[in-house]
């Protein structure tokens, strides 16, 4: 018997409480750094796990983190639950239709109660087997468009990891080294009067 078969026989036994968390943050979009429900909803299901919390990571109110298991290497497995603009989506409908302003019609709400029920499997397995080790799962906010892991990384909230785990909803199952390029975002704020010079550009800039 592979390791893995006894992973996907206690996965399963923690199937309907996950899913209920994803349907739960699914049904509360919240938007970078406003995920004051679904962190919340995270914390609820950590406490329920038995996980040694802490709260306001890196001064975020809405970054948690809770950890199981003892001694031996340090393992972070990251989720997120942030919603997306222009992204709202009726469950269990393979066509457009959008609902609300916000939304997870591209799989954000499973990214935080998938990775905390792999966290979960893996503890229980550990402590199964007798093994030394400790599980962390990170809530981060602002998955996209916020960097919020930049400022838990500046907090120094992974200096003691020996391995971070993430993943994405996608079309097949894999595992893959993503490279990307480093960005700096800035925010810009206009003041004055709307116009839409293209149209007519004879009275762009008229007070």
């Not at 499973?110 to 799962?137: I, T």
């Amino acid at each position: 018997m592979k390791n893995s078969d006894r992973l996907w026989d206690i996965v399963e036994t923690h199937r309907e409480a996950f899913t209920g968390l994803a349907d739960r943050v699914f049904e509360t979009p919240e938007v970078a750094y406003t995920e004051h429900e679904s962190c919340a909803a995270h914390a609820e299901m950590l406490e329920a796990t038995g996980a040694r919390i802490t709260r306001d990571l890196a001064g975020i109110p809405t970054a948690v983190m809770g950890e199981w298991g003892a001694g031996g290497p340090v393992i972070a497995i990251l989720g997120e639950y942030d919603a997306l603009p222009e992204l709202g989506q009726e469950p269990g409908v393979a066509e457009e239709r959008p609902v609300g302003r916000f939304g997870h019609g591209c799989g954000h709400n499973l990214l935080g109660s998938a990775a905390l029920m792999a966290a979960v499997a893996l503890c229980d397995w550990l402590a199964e087997k007798g093994l030394p080790g400790r599980f962390r799962c990170y809530g981060c906010p602002a998955e996209e468009g916020g960097a919020a892991k930049t400022f838990m990384v500046r907090a120094g909230l992974f200096d003691d990891v020996d391995a971070a785990i993430s993943w994405h909803p996608a079309d097949h199952t894999g595992v893959f080294e993503a490279n990307s390029l480093a960005n700096t975002r800035i925010d810009f704020t206009f003041h004055g009067r709307a116009a839409h010079a293209a149209g007519s550009p004879e009275f762009a800039g008229r007070r």
